[in-house]
């Protein structure tokens, strides 16, 4: 195994997986980039991303740019001497003296099996489509949006209880897996890289906050995959009595009524086809309950009909 000198970009805590992986791998990570620290949760803290800290914790050098487009900071990367660099939902452009300033180029970990699934919010979408099989692809990149040559997969298959959050961890588990493996045998895939066909490509948006909004007259399935993909962030919900209640998982049941229609004392809800038993719900400010803990303080009755 040919030991690499490496920088990793990444953000978030999916990428945090990724990290740690490397760091046990054997290879030098020489240099970390993240997104730069910013305001958040109620006090407005200034509060590094969950990579800088991680890397911070490692004794490892982090460097948070605003943005890769100037001479500066691309001489500074470019002077890092790197044989890869590893990018894993950094959230920045790369521009063209990036992508080629490492020997073998930047390899991107992506939640999806390409080109299925280009873009933001490939778990997510996935879900919400109804797709039974996902999985991760470390992809050689280029100047376009997830459109390089792919260089190794691996598949996770999505059930009818597989939320964004469960299947989250599972892509973040097996592709950290798969980078390792991709980087100790990079010269043998490097060779056999697959290019991606333009037929099947689909495109990942972003989440917006009003897709969060239950419509009940879609037919259940659609739904259920709806709420899973939306679960537990930002998560699906519905308005009642002032409150509002957020669904986090549902089973695909048998049943009929008015949409929106409550039909047992079991939560069952009427969709436009067939029900949804609901299964995991949380008030705001509270805790994941089941539909029983729910019902014990909040009364939501047989009859009722949900907006």
């Not at 939902?89 to 300033?101: F, I, M, R, S, T």
């Not at 997510?124 to 190794?152: F, N, P, S, W, Y």
């Not at 333009?198 to 709806?226: F, M």
């Not at 009595?241 to 986090?248: P, Y």
């Amino acid at each position: 195994m040919e030991r690499l000198r490496l920088a990793f970009m990444g953000t978030p805590d999916f990428s945090c997986s990724v990290l740690n992986a490397l760091l046990t791998s054997g290879h030098d990570v020489v240099c970390v980039y993240s997104q730069p620290p910013r305001k958040a949760g109620r006090g407005k803290k200034i509060v590094p991303t969950p990579v800088h800290r991680l890397a911070e914790e490692h004794g490892l050098e982090v460097r948070t740019p605003l943005s890769l487009k100037t001479e500066d900071i691309q001489q500074e990367f470019s002077d890092l001497d790197l044989d890869v660099a590893v990018v894993v939902a950094y959230g920045l452009l790369l521009p063209k003296p990036v992508l080629e300033a490492p020997k073998y180029g930047c390899l991107n970990l992506h939640a999806s099996l390409l080109p299925r699934w280009r873009g933001a919010a490939p778990i997510q979408r996935a879900i919400m489509a109804g797709d039974t099989e996902t999985g991760v692809g470390v992809m050689q990149m280029a100047e376009g949006l997830d459109t390089g040559d792919v260089l190794a997969e691996a598949r996770v298959p999505i059930s009818e209880d597989t939320t964004a959050g469960s299947l989250h961890d599972a892509l973040a588990a097996a592709g950290s897996a798969l980078m390792v493996e991709t980087l100790n045998n990079l010269q043998t895939v490097r060779q056999s890289a697959a290019v991606q066909q333009e037929d099947g490509v689909t495109y990942a948006k972003k989440i917006d906050k009003a897709e969060a909004v239950i419509d009940w007259t879609l037919p259940a399935y659609e739904l259920g995959c709806h709420i899973r993909g939306l679960s537990p962030f930002p998560g699906a919900f519905f308005e009642h009595n002032g409150q509002r209640i957020k669904v986090l998982n549902a089973e695909f049941v048998e049943g009929r009524g008015k949409p929106g229609e409550i039909l047992d004392d079991a939560l069952t809800v009427a969709c436009g086809e067939k029900a949804l038993k609901l299964t995991v719900l949380q008030k705001a400010g509270k805790s994941p309950m089941d539909a029983k803990t729910l019902l014990n303080g909040f009364a939501l009755p047989k009859g009722e009909v949900l907006g």
